[in-house]
């Protein structure tokens, strides 16, 4: 399935974001600092939130700023955050994540959100940029049966 892309960026404070990422229903959460790692729902120094139709992305920039990004199958309203223009398009696809039973891992979890396994799958959309692929963006955690 391919379609339109839409991808904004910007600077946001950790309230603006903590608000922003509470509009993501049902959304998956993956936050790291230099102490943790998990899918807990925490807002850390960086950090990827995503849902079945939009992936936001933040990094801490300084005390109380966060560079973000959000990567939509849909025109949302960001304020602060900017449309980044270009053509984008985006095609869907499925890969497999690292399996975290993996000898050469040593992840501090043990298992991935939604399918409680140390195996799953990524539904993901790739986004172009005028024909050139920019961002990989998770979408959905599913089983991995193989």
């Known amino acids: 399935m391919s379609g339109q892309g839409f991808v904004y960026t910007g600077m946001l404070n950790a309230e603006q974001l903590q608000k922003l990422l509470k509009r993501l229903e049902n959304a998956v959460w993956l ?3 230099l102490a943790n790692i998990n899918f807990n729902q925490i807002l850390r120094d960086n950090g990827t939130a995503f849902n079945t139709c939009c992936e ?4 801490r ?3 109380n700023a966060l560079r973000v990004q959000v990567l939509s199958d849909e025109p949302i ?3 602060p955050l900017m449309r980044v223009d270009g053509e984008w398009r985006t095609e869907e696809m499925t890969t497999r994540a690292v399996p975290l039973d ?3 891992l040593s992840p501090p979890f043990g298992c991935y959100p939604v399918t409680h396994s140390p195996r799953a799958r990524l539904r993901c959309r790739v ?3 005028d024909g050139m692929a920019v961002f990989v963006s998770a979408r959905e955690v599913t089983s991995d049966e193989t």
Do not use: H, K, M, T
């Open 102 to 104: 993996a000898f050469q």
């Open 56 to 59: 936001i992305r933040w990094q």
């Open 77 to 79: 309203e960001v304020a």
């Open 31 to 33: 936050s790291w600092d």
């Open 127 to 129: 986004f172009f940029l």
């Open 61 to 63: 920039a300084g005390d």
